[in-house]
């Protein structure tokens, strides 16, 4: 504790560490304060949707009674003008990663039509795996960030003493050499996770649905995320001779640890389970839609026909459902495989999580928003599930020209989904990577420790 105490002096009375510390606490306490403030505007929006949808679906209930509209177009009409929405949850941890509800659709409209592509999200065609990186959510400043500081908090530990002479000095005060560099390097992890502490806390107070649970599953997350930076610190301070040595191999391990190797481990997870190509798709989806127009009118009849039900003389919009069917059950699969394959580079990519600890932080900020691989692949079933659901009540009255009660309209509310496979037995499986390859980093520091005596200067 004593050598605790000195190296803390130490590294507070150094003006430098003191102006890193500052600037760091400012970049994460804004970064903080603006995710706080997107969180707490996206629920409000969705809480906003959800009473104008509630208005919606009260005025057209209240309007379930004999009227002279045509009775066969009602059940379609309202199909149209309400049909139920299934959401994603908003995870209680959405500070910490939301960019991916923005590239994700999480707030879904079913009904008869297809959602596939008359509802699909407007946009050019591209690859959403991913697509958190690209954004400033404070996780991702956090991965980014909280490395390269540690490293300019630390690159002139031991060499520097040894350049100014005083290395033999300060070793003097400790048995083992070691310990004065694991102390240094310790009050320099506990202090950027204390300032990110109190980042995330600022962040979940400002957002209305923050809970202190988040904070206490993220910061053990962060701790070992720099925990294993400190000790590749530890590895590259051994290994070299001078500070100015030091920082450009720090420098080259930041960017290779954050860039290169989850870049080649993202390609390598793309190969092994490719994503379908977007344009081919939607060529086949086109196709698709062309051949169901051009048998309209045997899938009109095939559809009364499997019903048991005579043919009868029909028009719009009863004409156009059974068109509609059979293009859905095609369009389908094809949408699944991209959400399929989405989760299966993830789940690829989750094996290597003790090379990647900063994925694997990210993908610990995603499972907190309530929005990472398997929330979205099992959120994206429950659409599906409620698709036929709603569909069974209002096809069979579309095709028999039949009213909707005001009990069945409201039989089948939106409803929101939430996520089952986010808990802490989940989460373990991010954390654990994380310490697995921050004690594997020590172990190497731990049998690099000689060289830290002044003999082999």
């Given at each position: 504790m004593r050598l605790i105490s000195s190296e803390w002096r130490r590294f507070r009375h150094d003006r430098t560490n003191m102006i890193i510390a500052l600037v760091t606490a400012a970049i994460l306490l804004l970064s903080g304060i603006l995710a706080g403030f997107d969180a707490k505007e996206r629920r409000a929006e969705a809480s906003y949707q959800d009473s104008v949808r509630a208005s919606v679906v009260e005025r057209l209930a209240g309007s379930l009674t004999p009227d002279d509209k045509p009775i066969k177009a009602q059940p379609f009409n309202i199909n149209r003008l309400a049909g139920a929405n299934v959401k994603l949850a908003l995870g209680h941890g959405l500070v910490l990663g939301s960019s991916r509800f923005d590239a994700l659709t999480s707030d879904t409209r079913v009904g008869i039509e297809s959602r596939h592509v008359?509802?699909?999200r407007d946009g050019g065609l591209s690859n959403p795996?991913?697509?958190?990186?690209?954004?400033?959510?404070?996780?991702?400043?956090v991965t980014v960030l909280l490395p390269l500081v540690l490293f300019a908090l630390s690159f002139g530990l031991v060499n520097e003493d040894r350049e100014q002479g005083i290395w033999r000095f300060v070793v003097s005060q400790a048995d083992n050499e070691w310990r004065i560099l694991a102390a240094a390097?310790?009050?320099?992890?506990?202090?950027?996770?204390?300032?990110?502490?109190?980042?995330?806390?600022?962040?979940?107070?400002?957002?209305s649905a923050g809970r202190l649970s988040v904070l206490i599953s993220w910061l053990p997350d962060v701790f070992g995320y720099a925990l294993f930076w400190g000790a590749l610190a530890a590895v590259l301070i051994l290994l070299t001779r001078s500070s100015s040595a030091t920082m450009v191999a720090m420098l080259g391990a930041w960017i290779i640890g954050i860039f290169v190797i989850p870049t080649m481990v993202g390609e390598l997870a793309k190969s092994e389970n490719p994503m379908p190509s977007r344009l081919a798709t939607l060529v086949e989806m086109r196709g698709i839609q062309?051949?169901?127009?051009?048998?309209?009118e045997e899938l009109l009849s095939q559809w009364y026909k499997e019903h048991s039900l005579p043919e009868p003389i029909t028009e719009w919009p009863v004409s156009t459902v059974p068109r509609y069917l059979s293009q859905d059950n095609q369009y389908r699969?094809?949408?699944y495989r991209f959400d399929v394959?989405?989760?299966?580079?993830?789940?690829?990519?989750s094996n290597w999580y003790w090379l990647l600890p900063n994925i694997a932080l990210l993908g610990k900020a995603e499972s907190l928003a309530g929005i990472s691989a398997n929330d979205y692949q099992g959120y994206v079933s429950r659409v599906n599930q409620y698709e036929d659901t709603w569909r069974a009540?209002?096809?069979?009255?579309i095709m028999r020209f039949e009213t909707v009660t005001r009990k069945e309209f409201l039989s089948l509310p939106s409803l929101t989904y939430a996520p089952e496979n986010s808990g802490t037995n989940t989460r373990l499986v991010i954390t654990i990577p994380v310490y697995t390859s921050?004690?594997?980093?020590l172990a190497i520091a731990f049998l690099l420790r000689r060289r830290l005596s002044p003999a082999t200067d």
């Open positions: 008359d509802g699909r795996y991913l697509a958190s990186l690209g954004a400033l959510d404070h996780g991702v400043v390097l310790f009050i320099r992890i506990v202090a950027l996770t204390a300032i990110e502490a109190a980042a995330a806390a600022l962040a979940l107070s400002i957002d062309q051949d169901a127009e051009d048998h309209a699969p094809l949408a394959a989405r989760t299966n580079q993830w789940n690829w990519m009540m209002f096809v069979p009255k921050a004690l594997l980093m």
